[in-house]
């Protein structure tokens, strides 16, 4: 196995994004075809579960065929499936699921089941190798945890959010602000230029290594409304700014925490959250006050991709993760 | 040899059909476990006959109405299956297999309850050409259309839930052998444009006609 090369089709149907990927050993991308459907889910303020799954089941075979074809290759050069099992959207999980299963019947491929998170978390290796321990921070539209890593594929999750995870709550203040969606990257735009004049409170500022932000979603709300009431004008650059700064406050200080907690030497950062300005700002902060190591992939990896999930795919092989076909998909499974 | 996939209901109903034999067929209730249960059973199937995928020479699936999820399923692993291996593919609806699978000499309606006082529902003559074409309608639109008809036979799963009268009425079973021998002639389709027939809009979208109407 060490001598030959492997080719990992990884299929990511977990939200609104239908991707297909094949990567080289785990580390190297070959082709990567997204279809998303953002454009589709605007209308509606959000993604809208039935919705995502019909499309997803309209793309999958043309993004099959489109990954392929930007390879060069066929099935038959294809080693193994890896494929996204959960967390997610249990009707647009599925669509993959269905696919993969049935392209490792009829080539008879080993089937891998890779959790979201891992995916995210693997992203990184397509950059550079993982260096152990690790920590990771991912942060997105539906995660928001720090995970703890000893080595490859060996996963522990030292805590996550109680509620809303990062990303939803910036889409819901981008909706108070009157942002489109997604506005999550909108907010962080908007705060790069305001002041930090409005007080809102840092969410659950304690000692464990959760987060919660539906309480901090809460008070923007209710800041917001009182302004209204009292027939102020809300300066949206200067919310779009205190609310950031809390946010990222929150992630960073439970971050720092468990940097000086687990003597951790290497942190890495993942998820679609990923991008956001404000973020990437403090934790590279953190990293020379800390004097770690930190490695943040480039946009293409941080949204959600089936090139990550390929990536992991391959190191769970290497963990011996074979699925059998009556693998099913899950939308609260468990990384470790 | 052609294989026909049909899980459009809370049942795997799947088969296939060599030289005008049935020669497998599987018909299982596994409601939620349909995703996990679905292939598994069909590569059963396949291996117990000594099968292999590339011996299909062509695929029927069910393409709906019925259960967005299950249906999805079927299309999924049917479009897949052919679009990887080149094999020529073609869907027909769940209330066309219901009427084709009884022999009667009345008009035929097949009826799939959707809840909140509507259903999925056709109307066929007994040769199986399409009087009313597979629809979404309420109760009270498709009693209007029962109303121009003498003598029908219901077919249904669903009859403690109907709300239109019905004399006669059969329980549905396929019979996949005579379905099969109805579309084996029936013209490929492109897999990539193979897609459920949902005949209705998600909630959200129907939500954003009304308030664009209003």
């Not at chain 1, 925490?257 to 990437?280: F, H, M, Q, S, W």
């Not at chain 2, 476990?33 to 020479?57: G, Q």
């Not at chain 2, 008009?107 to 009087?131: H, L, M, T, W």
């Not at chain 2, 492109?190 to 939500?207: D, G, M, R, S, V």
Request: overall charge negative; proline content about 4%.
């Amino acid at each position: 196995m060490n001598n030959k090369d492997m080719y990992i089709l990884g299929i990511e149907s977990s939200c609104d994004e239908t991707s297909a990927s094949i990567v080289k050993n785990g580390t190297e991308e070959i082709a990567t075809v997204i279809s998303s459907q953002i454009d589709i889910h605007k209308d509606y303020g959000g993604v809208v579960p039935e919705i995502a799954s019909r499309h997803h089941v309209k793309n999958i075979t043309i993004v099959l065929e489109e990954c392929l074809t930007k390879a060069n290759m066929t099935m038959d050069d294809i080693d193994a499936i890896a494929i996204t099992y959960g967390p997610g959207l249990i009707g647009s999980l599925l669509i993959g699921l269905e696919a993969a299963k049935t392209l490792a019947w009829l080539y008879q491929k080993p089937l891998i089941p890779v959790h979201h998170i891992a995916g995210h978390i693997y992203a990184n290796s397509l950059v550079r190798p993982l260096q152990f321990p690790l920590l990771a921070l991912v942060v997105s539209g539906g995660h928001t945890e720090l995970v703890e890593m000893t080595k490859h594929y060996k996963f522990k999750k030292l805590g996550g959010t109680l509620d809303d995870a990062i990303g939803e709550c910036y889409d819901k203040v981008a909706r108070v602000i009157g942002l489109e969606y997604p506005g999550g990257p909108k907010v962080d735009k908007l705060a790069q230029v305001g002041k930090d004049s409005y007080k809102l409170p840092i969410p659950l500022h304690d000692d464990s290594y959760n987060f919660s932000f539906s309480g901090l979603k809460s008070a923007v709300i209710n800041l917001a409304h009182n302004i209204e009431q009292r027939g102020e004008e809300l300066n949206k650059e200067d919310l779009a700014t205190s609310f950031q700064n809390v946010a990222v406050e929150s992630v960073v200080s439970k971050t720092k925490k468990a940097i000086e907690d687990k003597n951790i030497k290497y942190l890495i950062v993942a998820g679609g959250v990923a991008a956001n300005k404000g973020l990437r700002t403090a934790i590279e902060k953190l990293a020379q006050d800390e004097n770690i190591e930190v490695s943040i992939p480039p946009m293409k990896y941080c949204t959600d991709n089936a090139t990550m999930i390929a990536a992991a795919g391959y190191y769970a092989y290497l963990d011996g993760r074979i699925a059998d076909l009556t693998l099913n998909s899950t939308s609260s499974a468990n990384l470790e | 040899m052609i294989l026909y996939i049909d899980t459009s209901s809370n049942f795997l109903y799947t088969g296939i059909v060599d030289n005008n034999k049935l020669i497998a067929e599987i018909k299982k209730e596994f409601g939620h476990n349909l995703s996990e249960a679905a292939l598994p059973e069909i590569v059963s199937m396949f291996e117990e006959n000594k099968i292999s995928p590339k011996d299909i020479d062509k695929i029927i699936v069910v393409n709906g109405p019925g259960s967005f999820t299950g249906i999805r399923i079927g299309i999924t692993i049917a479009k897949v299956y052919a679009w990887s291996l080149n094999i020529p593919i073609t869907t027909i609806t769940s209330l066309e297999a219901m009427a084709i699978s009884k022999e009667e000499d009345i008009p035929k309606v097949p009826i799939i309850d959707a809840r909140r006082g509507y259903c999925y529902a056709a109307i066929f003559n007994s040769d199986n050409k399409e009087i009313l074409k597979p629809s979404y309608l309420t109760y009270e639109e498709l009693q209007k259309e029962l109303d121009k008809i003498e003598n029908y036979i219901v077919i249904t799963n669903d009859e403690e839930k109907l709300k239109v009268t019905h004399q006669n009425t059969t329980t549905y079973t396929p019979n996949i052998l005579e379905v099969v021998n109805c579309f084996k002639t029936k013209k490929e389709i492109n897999p990539h444009a193979i897609n459920p027939e949902y005949l209705k809009l998600t909630e959200a979208e129907e939500n954003k006609k009304n308030d664009s109407t209003n």
